[in-house]
């Protein structure tokens, strides 16, 4: 007798949340290996591939050496030059700008597509959605067609004497940028888009009402509320635009490298497994700061 | 001051609404609405949920713009003035506190948007912060607080700025029942000390009768009835204002010399009523009950249900499904058939006529 209560009281511990929560984290294994074999072991042969010396032929000689992170720092066989360290820069200009540009474009949109009636909203949200299926490689061609002296846009530019008759919009930087935020303002808008839909409209009445202006109004009661959002759409956008090269290979051309570029050039044409290497050091370091900066200063402003 | 007094006609210092008309879609929220509140004035604006009420109040506080007519306050026209230009604020039903700022920051806020220089906002904050008995939570997140915590804090944020018009949109609905008789008493003496004017929107009339100088009943749109309080809960025009502030008896009858026949006996009246077939209404707690007949206007009775309210008993009685008032506790069963007397000058006749 007794021992059947004491079954039914064991029975009825184990369905309750807190222990199937933590017998959960047996399921987290699978996922785990996956991620040890196929990014953290990756990661550390990326390592240790940094420290060694490129062979006559690209293959990998066994010497360990600093070579590879004191010619990214810019000490070549001719004296200093800031080349690679220009190019981690503008990657980072880039995807600032790219950055920055994608929520203002993102915001109105937010609130206009919140603004639509519940049926039309889905629409609208696919809208935003379906170049983000559309392959990369093929949306980046599709700009070469946009961009082209044939469009009304290259016509247009030639005629303000930006660009000579006949010549296409690219490769340039403007093409980069036309690239870039077309393909990330998806990743903003829509974890941006969930936190305009739920706003708190009574927050922004309440802040008319006290006397704030346009600016204090949005930054009071608008930015705090959709912070949230915000974030997730800042970090989908930044970190993933510094190491994009697709874009600004494509659109670029040459002269525009970003740091996506050279890693890529490292394993490909130049085949520089170890310099290619610890350029991506360089950008996972620059990453890994970033992201520091960004939990700091979030931890700042959502005090809450 | 000496521009003052060459103005030709004098300036209404306090709110004046002209013939406010507001659609939203197909729905006709306001309809031709006219009011005036004085200065100093605690005015209340009461009635069912979709009356208008509340857009009115918005309105005034400048968060809806009105389809026509026009609003004066401190006899400037403010009509299409956004809300941040109005010295009106309002006293959310939500609060509407902002959550990522303190309490301190909360209340300091309009006057930052007014640039006030950082001393005065202090002195400012923390007298209105004292006064509400807040000057513990400053540093507080809204969060942290309870719901009569966040009602004055909520008070506190609007009356920091001194404005011409408080506006309140059922600021107690949140608080729990014991609270919020506490609090309208409170919020009662607060406007009678800072002179200030407040205008109330509720859809409980007792919060109306408890706080007000005078109200306006409100009803699809359209003010029906205004005036103090006493006044227009003794003399309801229509059987929707009977109704809707206290429990009034309304019976149906039709007009015969000297009174009205209803179905159960002739009532005598102090005035004529201005159609044939209409409406009178008697408060429950002015039947008077007895055991012997009464001189004028006596009906025989049959107790049929009794209600317990604490201070007072409710008792049904056939015929007419009246109920009666008593406060004396005098146990009458179900029934038990008694005399009731609806004195001619307890009756009153109400406007709408018999449909």
Known sequence: MKRTESLITWYGELTTRRHLLKRGGLFLVPGLLWLM???????????VVSFVTRGAYGELEWVFTIENYKRLAGFTLFGWTADYLLILWRSIVVAMVTTLISVVLSYPLCFFIAARSERNRYMWLTLVMIPFWTNMVIRAYAWFFILSPEMPFAKLAALLGCIPDGAPLYPNAFAVYLGMISMFIPFVTLPLYAGVERLDWSLVEAAQDLYASRIRVFTQA??????PGLSVGIIFT??????????????????????????????????????????SMGLMVLTMIGLQ???????????? | MIQKEKLTHPIHEGLTV?????????????????????PGEFFTLLGPSGCGKTTLLRIIAGLEMADSGRIFSGGKEITRLPAM?????????????????????????????????????????????????????????????SGGQKQRVALARALVNEPDVLLLDEPMSALDARLRAQVQEDLRRLQRKLGLTFILVTHDQAEALVCSDRLAVMR?????????????????????????????NLISCTKVPGGVQTDFGFLSLESEPPWQEGMVAIRPEWIRIGEQQPECNGIRAKVTEIVYRGSSFDLWLEPGHLRVRTSSYRRIDPGRE?????APEELVILKDEAN
Not at chain 2, 96 to 117: D, Q
Not at chain 2, 338 to 342: G, I, M, Q, S
């Open chain 1, 37 to 47: 074999l196929f990014l953290v072991l990756p990661s550390l042969v990326l390592v």
């Open chain 2, 85 to 145: 230009k109005r010295q009106v604020n309002t006293v959310f039903q939500s609060y509407a506190l902002f959550p990522h700022l303190t309490i301190y920051e909360n209340v300091a806020f309009g006057l930052r948007s007014r640039k006030f220089p950082e001393d005065e906002i202090r002195k400012r904050v923390d007298r209105r912060l004292e006064m509400l008995d807040l000057g513990a939570m400053a540093q507080r997140y809204h969060h942290q607080l």
């Open chain 2, 18 to 38: 002209k013939h406010i008309c507001k659609q939203f879609g197909t729905v006709k929220a306001l309809d031709d609405v006219s009011l005036t509140v004085e």
């Open chain 1, 222 to 227: 608008i930015l705090p509320q959709t912070m």
């Open chain 2, 220 to 248: 699809d749109g359209r003010v029906i009835q205004t005036g103090i309080p006493e006044v227009v809960y003794d003399n309801p025009q229509d059987s929707f204002v009977a109704k809707f502030l206290g429990a009034a």
């Open chain 2, 338 to 342: 008694v005399w009731l007397e609806l």
């Open chain 1, 293 to 304: 900066i960004y939990r700091r200063k979030g931890k700042e402003i959502q005090v809450v």
């Open chain 1, 238 to 279: 930044f970190f993933p635009a510094m190491g994009m090269f697709v874009v600004p290979d494509l659109l670029g051309g040459a002269k525009y490298m970003l740091v996506g570029n050279l890693i890529q050039q490292q394993f490909g044409t130049s085949r520089d497994w170890p310099f290619g290497a610890a350029v």
